[in-house]
């Protein structure tokens, strides 16, 4: 059985060094960071530099676009949605427990107060024996 992922920390596996979008910044800013980048999510920083929420590629093109909404009016800040958030010490396994608790599939990393990476459910998944990596897919995919 290969347990390579057990007992490794997300700082072990994380994509290190996110770029944040400001809070007051604007959709269409934060669509082209996400395409410059190669990115689905951009975790959103306010003025005090800490982490306000994160914003999607799928939450620009529901909550703003398909709304009728300006993409250079509308602010990242607007559609920042819940914090959630991983400290870059913590086990893989308190990662994907979250990501399964809140059914999402990024999770900006933490560290001394400040943002030091993003990482994804297929960063987690490259760490997961097939078992576990089955049961995590089905609870994050799960229906609400």
Request: with cysteine; net charge negative.
């Amino acid at each position: 059985m290969d347990t390579s992922g057990i007992g490794k920390a997300v700082q072990d596996v994380m994509h290190q060094g996110a770029v944040c979008i400001g809070e007051h910044d604007t959709l269409r800013l934060a669509s082209q960071m996400m395409r410059d980048l190669s990115v689905g999510a951009l975790p959103i920083c306010g003025d005090d530099d800490r982490l306000k929420g994160i914003i999607t590629d799928r939450d620009i093109v529901i909550k703003c676009c398909a709304e009728g909404k300006d993409l250079d009016r509308t602010t990242a800040g607007e559609l920042a949605k819940g914090l959630v958030w991983v400290d870059a010490h913590s086990s893989v396994e308190e990662a994907l427990q979250k990501m399964e608790q809140h059914q999402i599939k990024r999770l900006p990393v933490i560290d001394n107060h400040r943002i030091v990476g993003m990482v994804s459910e297929a960063d987690l998944a490259k760490e997961l024996p097939d078992d576990k990596l089955a049961e995590f897919v089905h609870r994050v995919y799960a229906p609400a």
